[in-house]
């Protein structure tokens, strides 16, 4: 399917004048240069980029900056661990780290190094931010992702909230990809939490958010082409949830109990999450075949998150 940004990119010649906001993207041994056109994109609606480099090895680091250097020059940060990867979360948190050296800074974007960049999406939800800071506070305001084939990914509503616009729902977390977060909401709300390393972190961030009255959005007028998982679980014609690479189970399980237990939500609530979790798991598992390596690792998973150990797998 063709990406809507390949025609939206206005020109390239020369940055727009600065918004106060800011993009942070995080690389990963990217396959190809999606992220090139992204960055264009961002730079021509005046956004400053910071880009991470998590990826591994030092050729794949070194071949990355060789890209962006040659086709960007300085116009915008380049940012790594000298240890390698070491994870979403503390990426998050390193990027967060260079844009609250700007006191004028208004918000900060983050965007998977795949994301469809449009500028489309870009101006609903910078519109949407600019309403929403007028009518109160804000947490999180993401896009609407879009499958492939077209189908919208599921959003749970929160339905105790009522939004001030048709296009906007509230909702109880969403993704981190392709969303925007005020700075003061950073400041309030804290740092992504760094032992995460991968998964349920915008989960986290955005249950953290609603604990202190600072509502999460998506904006369905804001879509974007986003692929999920290795595909999804269907029932029919229609899609339940994404499927996940086996190991990932483990991060979903052992973050989401380590996120509750530092709330101190209640046990109930965790039992009955685990119990969930656990369900999506065996489903996925039987639709792929493999639900003896997904099980192990969301055992390994409870354990760990119940005797509170977090970093890489």
Same mark, same amino acid.
């Given at each position: 399917?063709?990406?809507? %940004?390949?025609?939206?990119?206005? !020109?390239?010649? &020369? ?6 906001? &800011?993009?942070?993207?995080? %690389? ?35 071949? /990355? ?57 870009? @101006? &609903? ?22 499958? @492939? ?38 400041? =309030? ?32 007028? =804001? ?8 595909? !999804?679980? &269907? ?8 499927? =996940? ?18 709330? /101190? ?38 354990? !760990? ?9």
């Amino acid at each position: 399917m063709k990406s809507r %940004l390949t025609s939206n990119i206005p !020109d390239r010649s &020369y940055p727009a004048e600065p918004s106060g906001f &800011y993009a942070g993207i995080v %690389l990963y041994h990217p396959d190809g240069q999606h992220y090139i056109e992204s960055i264009f994109v961002l730079l021509s609606c005046g956004i400053n980029v910071i880009l991470f480099d998590n990826s591994e090895d030092r050729d794949t680091k070194d071949n /990355n900056k060789n890209i962006i250097i040659r086709t960007f020059g300085d116009q915008l940060r380049c940012l790594e661990a000298s240890e390698g990867n070491i994870g979403l979360a503390a990426a998050f948190n390193r990027i967060v780290h260079e844009v609250s050296n700007d006191r004028l800074a208004k918000g900060l974007f983050f965007f998977d190094q795949d994301t469809d960049v449009n500028v489309d999406a870009l @101006e &609903y939800l910078l519109d949407s931010f600019f309403q929403l800071q007028m009518h109160g506070r804000l947490g999180v305001l993401s896009g609407y992702a879009m499958r @492939e084939n077209g189908i919208a990914y599921r959003i749970r509503p929160r339905s105790s909230y009522v939004s001030p616009s048709p296009s906007l729902i509230a909702t109880d977390v969403t993704s981190s990809s392709f969303s925007v977060i005020p700075i003061e909401t950073l400041l =309030a709300v804290g740092r992504f939490q760094d032992d995460f390393f991968i998964d349920y972190i915008d989960g986290d961030f955005c249950n953290r958010c609603w604990q202190q009255n600072l509502p999460v959005f998506v904006d369905k007028r =804001a879509t974007f082409w986003h692929r999920v998982g290795l595909g !999804d679980v &269907y029932f029919g014609n229609k899609p339940l949830f994404p499927i =996940a690479t086996p190991f990932r189970h483990y991060y979903q399980m052992r973050n989401m109990i380590l996120s509750h237990t530092r709330a /101190n939500v209640s046990p109930f609530t965790i039992v009955k999450d685990i119990v969930l979790r656990i369900t999506v798991v065996f489903v996925i598992g039987i639709y792929t075949c493999s639900l003896f390596q997904r099980l192990k690792f969301t055992v390994r998973g409870i354990i !760990d998150g119940i005797q509170g150990k977090g970093g890489r797998l």
